[in-house]
């Protein structure tokens, strides 16, 4: 199965496609998408109680996001999905819906882990 890596350089993060590079936004735009540059690992009562037998060693362990962007490689599914969504920020939005696709990838990772 064929993984496409992300990149970030010169302030911009990009997806690797079959086709070359795909833009996805500014590194600052998704930093401030998910509330900043480092991410602290927690856990909720409710997770702690509903699966005990949970590893929960790293609550409290602070995450480069940058680094965690970097790291992420994604599926063909994936970046196909990333390739259709535009581009450009639709009129009072904030992020573009290539952006923002990127970005719950990115919260969903930085919740759950990368699996």
């Known amino acids: 199965m064929t993984r496409y890596q992300t990149h970030v ?4 993060v990009s997806v690797e496609t ?9 590194v600052e735009t998704i ?7 480092a991410w602290t690992i927690q856990y909720t009562g409710a997770e ?9 060693s790293d609550e409290g362990l602070t ?10 490689e994604h599926s063909e599914r994936f970046v196909s999905m ?4 535009p581009k450009t920020i ?11 696709l990127f970005v719950g990838k990115l919260l969903e990772n ?6």
Request: proline letters at 7%; zero cysteines.
């Open 9 to 12: 350089e010169d302030g911009n």
């Open 18 to 26: 079959a086709d070359g590079r795909l833009e996805i936004g500014a």
């Open 31 to 37: 930093l401030s998408a998910v509330g900043g540059p």
């Open 48 to 56: 702690k109680q509903r699966y005990p037998t949970m590893d929960t």
């Open 63 to 72: 995450v480069d996001v940058v680094d965690m962007i970097a790291s992420m």
């Open 82 to 85: 990333l390739s259709a969504q």
């Open 90 to 100: 639709p009129d009072g939005g904030d992020l573009s819906p290539r952006t923002g």
């Open 110 to 115: 930085l919740e759950n882990g990368i699996s």
